[in-house]
């Protein structure tokens, strides 16, 4: 899981593809937790494109996205937002959210 710059961001949403983007900020001790769990499931999906972006960086998409906390996953599909995670419970319920999307 690679960090996404801002134009990696807009690249991925105006190219209409599906991906997932990982939102965090490095003192959140939660966010630590859920970008390990994160992480195990891109093992597990390697051909599933995923990313992260510091939050601290980039509060605008925040804004853009409509997003109330962190850590946040939203999976974009066909370039629109499809879903907001908040809570990521455990890697088997993140697998099965990322699968189904």
């Given amino acids: 899981m690679q960090e996404w710059s801002r134009q990696e961001i807009e690249e991925t949403v105006k190219g209409k593809k599906s991906a997932l983007l990982y939102l965090y900020t490095p003192m959140c001790g939660t966010c630590q937790m859920a970008g390990k769990m994160l992480a195990v499931a891109a093992e597990l999906l390697p051909h599933r494109e995923i990313g992260k972006a510091d939050l601290n960086y980039m509060p605008e998409i925040a804004e853009q996205w409509g997003v109330e906390s ?3 996953l939203i999976i974009f599909k066909e370039g ?4 907001k ?4 419970r455990s890697v088997p319920y ?3 959210k990322i699968r189904n999307s």
């Fill in 85 to 88: 995670l908040y809570a990521f």
């Fill in 94 to 96: 993140l697998l099965e």
């Fill in 80 to 83: 629109n937002v499809y879903e």
């Fill in 70 to 72: 962190v850590p946040c």
